[in-house]
């Protein structure tokens, strides 16, 4: 059973910077793409960043495009995504999601709350 485990969410000053990390455990993940995704109160979840374990082929929403880096440690399973240049409107809770390529996001983590004050 694969599962995800986000840590790394807080409370940040605009401007300031956070490092979350997804820790994944239960499978192989060679053919896995992992991502994150964030919910912001009364909003829609929306897409964050992905990247393919396998070549780390990476895609950002233009929204955090040149201020988030998501990365990967293959050793450890776990997935990073680098919060930098935080503004208010990143407050939201942050989820780590993985599936297979081509396929749907299968697994969702249990979130970690990101808040961004002004």
């Known amino acids: 059973q694969v599962q995800l485990v986000e840590s790394g969410g807080g409370l940040v000053q605009a401007g300031g910077s956070l490092r979350l990390s997804c820790a994944a455990s239960?499978?192989?993940?060679?053919?896995?793409?992992m991502g994150w995704f964030r919910q912001a109160p009364a909003k829609e979840r929306e897409f964050v960043a992905r990247i393919r374990w396998s070549d780390s082929t990476i895609y950002y929403a233009d929204s955090v495009k040149g201020r988030f880096t998501i990365s990967r440690d293959n050793a450890k399973k776990t997935v990073y995504l680098q919060m930098d240049s935080l503004k208010p409107e990143d407050t939201a809770v942050y989820y780590c999601?993985?599936?297979?390529?081509?396929?749907?996001?299968?697994?969702w983590g249990q979130g970690t709350q990101v808040t961004v004050s002004s």
């Open positions: 999601a993985g599936g297979r390529v081509g396929g749907p996001w299968d697994y």
């Open positions: 239960g499978g192989t993940f060679s053919n896995y793409i």
